[in-house]
């Protein structure tokens, strides 16, 4: 969890540096390139989130602090909700299996219109609480949107198909679910705990994914509908 600036920015350069590392296994598979330059944005939001932290302990301008906070939700729960299923999609080697990503991705869209209504209407606000950051957006019927965003971003890789993603996609339902129970108001800054654990399940998929697996794996994507 990201307790602190530092924790925020440590966290931040390891999962920029996973990202980095994805990026160099990509192995020449063009759809793979997509998913892999997802750690380096899931870091960079999180050093992002280290200048909220330097606004309000006046380490940095207030606007700095302001900025950087209206980047880190944006990203968070706006972006997020769509951007996951649409990096699966490019990932996911058949046409016809990227159709299970578009419920999603509908779901995703209208969720984070609704938020980012929210925000542009009720001033988002965030502040210093204990070993987080406490976000608020003036959501209203909060549980039932963050229900749909856990549904967005974590149904897409419960669907992949693939073992991996699958596996991590559950892990990481249980993960966000236990963590807004203990933590409501810190759901949006603990988001470092997700960024890790996305990072590091990507990271050893291309590392274990070898390019002739990859290669067979189309060619029976591509064969099989025509069977």
Request: aromatic share 8%; charged share 10%.
């Amino acid at each position: 969890m990201c307790f602190s600036p530092i924790g925020d920015l440590a966290s931040g350069a390891a999962v920029v540096a996973i990202g980095v590392d994805a990026c160099l296994h990509v192995k020449g598979r063009g759809e793979n390139l997509a998913i892999a330059t997802f750690p380096l944005l899931l870091g960079l939001h999180q050093i992002d989130e280290t200048f909220v932290w330097w606004g309000l302990q006046g380490h940095v301008p207030v606007s700095v602090g302001h900025v950087a906070m209206w980047i880190y939700l944006l990203f968070a729960l706006v972006a997020l909700p769509v951007v996951v299923p649409v990096l699966l999609a490019i990932f996911e080697p058949s046409k016809g299996r990227r159709r299970r990503y578009i419920p999603f991705l509908l779901l995703g869209a209208g969720v984070s219109a609704v938020i980012l209504e929210a925000m542009l209407v009720g001033h988002p606000t965030a502040r210093l609480a204990s070993y987080h950051l406490s976000y608020s957006v003036g959501l209203q019927r909060g549980v039932l949107i963050i229900g749909l965003y856990i549904v967005a971003t974590c149904g897409p890789l419960l669907v992949s198909g693939n073992r991996s993603l699958m596996w991590f996609g559950g892990a990481n339902l249980v993960a966000v679910i236990v963590l807004t129970k203990l933590c409501a108001d810190g759901f949006a800054s603990l988001w470092c705990f997700y960024a890790a654990l996305v990072s590091g399940a990507i990271a050893i998929h291309l590392r274990l994914r070898s390019p002739i697996r990859a290669a067979q794996g189309r060619e029976v994507s591509i064969t099989r509908p025509c069977q």
